[in-house]
């Protein structure tokens, strides 16, 4: 995957889904653009009036896709999204305690809240570190590989993409048997109105 390809397909088709895989070049090449975004939410600060506007609205775009594609990143390492939780839960931790903990304990606010954000920096930092890694070779549950051309890409959570491999199960196959079934009711109404009418009457002739 190339430069521009991972930067349309991670700010565009899946800025916002938090399934499937993704490649080491997929991540790390939308990693760098995504640097070269927070750059310019830096300079449109400057711009008055509407810059603070522009910059919020930027920031909270690309902390979405950088979520998403950190989820990604550790499925195609068959391992669990919710890691990438821990260090935003740990910031979110910091901003809620900081007024309480200078209310309540000022001599250990500061100590406090510099480890809680020490914390979700260094886990932020083990994640990346986990991002390095090789992906999985072959299908995951998380989905097909990524590198593996010769595979239709599929992920294993996807309403897109009924069709499963059987090794991979089919988490859809309920769905997909009511679906088939009603279409075959929308499809033919004539036959369920004889099969009705047919079940009618069976019943009538055993009760005679």
């Not at 294993?156 to 199960?169: D, K, S």
Request: glycine share 6%.
């Amino acid at each position: 995957m190339t430069f521009s390809q991972a930067v349309i397909t991670n700010f565009k088709h899946k800025s916002f889904r938090f399934y499937g895989r993704s490649s080491r070049h997929e991540f790390w090449y939308f990693y760098v653009a995504l640097l070269a975004g927070g750059a310019l939410c830096f300079c449109l600060s400057f711009v008055p009036i509407v810059g603070s506007l522009l910059v919020a609205l930027g920031i909270l775009y690309l902390c979405c896709c950088h979520i998403t594609a950190l989820v990604r990143r550790l499925h195609d390492c068959n391992r669990s999204g919710k890691l990438v939780a821990l260090p935003f839960l740990l910031l979110l931790a910091y901003f809620v305690a900081r007024i309480p903990l200078h209310a309540l304990y000022q001599d250990y606010a500061a100590m406090t809240l510099n480890g809680i954000l020490g914390l979700s920096i260094l886990i932020y930092i083990l994640l990346l570190g986990l991002c390095c890694q090789q992906g999985s070779k072959g299908n995951n549950r998380y989905g097909t590989d990524p590198l593996d051309s010769s595979v239709p890409a599929q992920d294993f959570i996807n309403p897109e993409h009924l069709e499963m491999p059987e090794y991979l199960g089919d988490p859809w196959r309920k769905f997909k048997a009511k679906h088939d079934r009603q279409n075959s009711k929308n499809a033919d109404p004539n036959s369920s109105e004889s099969s009705a009418q047919n079940t009618q009457s069976s019943e009538d002739n055993a009760t005679k």
